[in-house]
């Protein structure tokens, strides 16, 4: 599986964007996906999953209720609305794939695309 992200950019705070990660192949419906983030200085973070069928997501706590996570298994996409944008948001996202849910909240990934990065400025 390949991972193609995109999206990123520069933003203001308080600002919304949104990011794509689309998937080649014809198995992404099989595999749970996640969005992390690793800013300048600082380790990766778990930032959502969702399953396969789009039924079960997770937030990490610094997004829970401004990021959605959804995917469109037609399109092998999953995107990520990020609204009401901090500074501290500011870092490269980076999508994967993973067998389910529960191990991509704790990093452990089956494939990793690229990242693209998000500027939030003041």
């Known amino acids: 599986v390949q991972l193609q992200a995109s999206g990123g950019g520069l933003v203001q705070a308080g600002g919304s964007l949104r990011l794509s990660c689309v998937a080649s192949g014809r198995t992404f419906a099989s595999y749970d996906m996640g969005w992390f983030r690793q800013a300048p200085g600082k380790e990766r973070e778990f930032v959502s999953a969702i399953s396969g069928s789009g039924g079960i997501t997770y937030y990490g706590d610094s997004v829970k209720g401004r990021f959605t996570i959804s995917r469109d298994n037609a399109k092998n996409t999953v995107y990520l609305q990020m609204n009401s944008l901090k500074l501290e948001d500011t870092a490269v996202y980076s999508c994967?794939?993973?067998?389910?849910?529960?191990?991509?909240?704790?990093?452990?990934?089956?494939?990793w695309g690229q990242g693209t990065l998000v500027t939030v400025s003041s």
């Open positions: 994967a794939a993973g067998s389910t849910v529960a191990v991509l909240r704790h990093g452990v990934v089956d494939y």
